[in-house]
């Protein structure tokens, strides 16, 4: 079986199911909304080189629940999965269990 592996500054998310809205027996489909997809992040490169500054280390780790942009992520289907992939600095928001 293979495995994603990201690289550089990469992060690769499994988009989350987010439940459709359903008013009384009608199925109220969310297709053509633009919203921020959440995900969580099953795969994260080490980090990269900057000019003048040096090395710096992903600060994302696997297992974070985040917020992805509605445009800027790839989408990547691998073995019959989807999944979004993109640099780091591109994710909103990372959401941190209460």
Known sequence: MSKLEALFDAVIVKPLEIDEKMYGSIFIPDAGKDRNEQGEV???GPGRHVAGVGYIETEIKIGDIVVLPTMGFAKLQFE???????????ILARIKPE
């Open 42 to 44: 099953v795969a994260v």
């Open 80 to 90: 019959g999965e989807e999944y979004f992939i993109g640099q780091e600095n591109q």
